[in-house]
């Protein structure tokens, strides 16, 4: 039997297949491909999952929650497709993201970036990082970067770069190509168990954005904030964030 790792990164590029094979074929676009997409890779994945773990239970973005997960140990978290605009508009800039929360821990888990051709799982080695630069690079929301992450940027005097997907921009912190994610505002346990569960398993710092921890398979999957950055960022940008808010 595959670890729980290994399974999430198989599902999730077998899912990554399935989309791009879908963008290629497509007559529709826009919200009906984006739409076909969310569907075919939900019914995929949870179809791969019930198969090779059948007790476990699943919270998708795309699958109706009857909140029978709360009382589980072992809950995957599934998005089948974050950055559904991106992968519509036929922009790199989207993923598949497949997490397992155990006791609401983000444990395990892949995200896949299928037109990037990577895939970034929690038992594959932590990618060599380049120094911190003097400049740090702060990834935000390319359609609903929030204010705070713009003030923040400005006390730490970062660069700003802007990307599609949680998963996406995550997976640029943790391979170096951005320093700070950072996102208030509104988002969901599927927008980002996958893309914590890969960063703190790469060494990465992951929290609220009060600096408290991560928790998932709660009642209200509503989780509206989070920072992922550089451990050695860390500390700043929580002071700077405290300062922003007040
Ligand atoms: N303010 C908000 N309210 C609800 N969801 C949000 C949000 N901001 C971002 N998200 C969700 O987080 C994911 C990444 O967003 P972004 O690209 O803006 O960073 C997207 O998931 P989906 O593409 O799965 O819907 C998006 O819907
Ligand atoms: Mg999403």
């Known amino acids: 039997m595959s670890s729980d790792a290994a399974l999430a990164r198989a599902v999730a590029e077998e899912a990554g297949r399935l989309l791009i094979a879908i963008r290629d074929g497509a007559e529709e676009a826009g919200k009906s491909l984006g739409d076909r997409g969310d569907r075919e890779a939900n019914a995929l994945i949870l179809q791969r999952l019930a198969t090779a773990r059948p007790n476990d239970c699943i919270l998708s973005e795309e699958s109706f929650d009857d909140r029978t997960r709360c009382a589980a140990q072992r809950v995957w978290v599934v998005d089948p497709l974050d950055g559904t605009r991106e992968y519509a508009s036929g922009r790199d800039d989207w993923a598949v993201h497949i997490a397992l929360a155990i006791d609401g821990r983000p444990s395990q888990g892949a995200v896949a970036l299928p037109a990037m051709g990577r895939t970034f799982s929690t038992d594959r080695a932590c990618p060599a990082r380049p120094p911190i630069a003097p400049r740090p690079k702060l990834v935000v929301s390319r359609s609903r970067c929030p204010d705070l992450a713009l003030r923040v940027a400005e006390t730490l005097d970062a660069e700003t770069l802007?990307?599609?997907?949680?998963?996406?921009?995550?997976?640029?912190?943790?391979?170096?190509?951005?320093?700070?994610?950072?996102?208030?505002?509104?988002?969901?346990?599927?927008?980002?168990?996958?893309?914590?569960?890969?960063?703190?398993?790469?060494?990465?710092?992951?929290?609220?954005?009060?600096?408290?921890?991560?928790?998932?398979?709660?009642?209200?999957?509503?989780?509206?904030?989070?920072?992922?950055?550089?451990?050695?960022?860390?500390?700043?940008?929580?002071?700077?964030?405290?300062?922003?808010?007040?």
Request: contains cysteine.
């Open 162 to 246: 802007t990307m599609g997907s949680a998963g996406a921009k995550a997976m640029a912190v943790v391979d170096g190509r951005a320093d700070i994610y950072l996102h208030e505002g509104g988002q969901y346990e599927w927008d980002n168990c996958a893309p914590a569960a890969v960063a703190l398993a790469s060494g990465l710092h992951a929290s609220r954005i009060d600096g408290s921890p991560l928790v998932y398979n709660r009642e209200n999957p509503l989780l509206p904030d989070l920072l992922i950055c550089r451990k050695g960022l860390a500390d700043a940008a929580l002071a700077a964030i405290r300062a922003v808010r007040g």
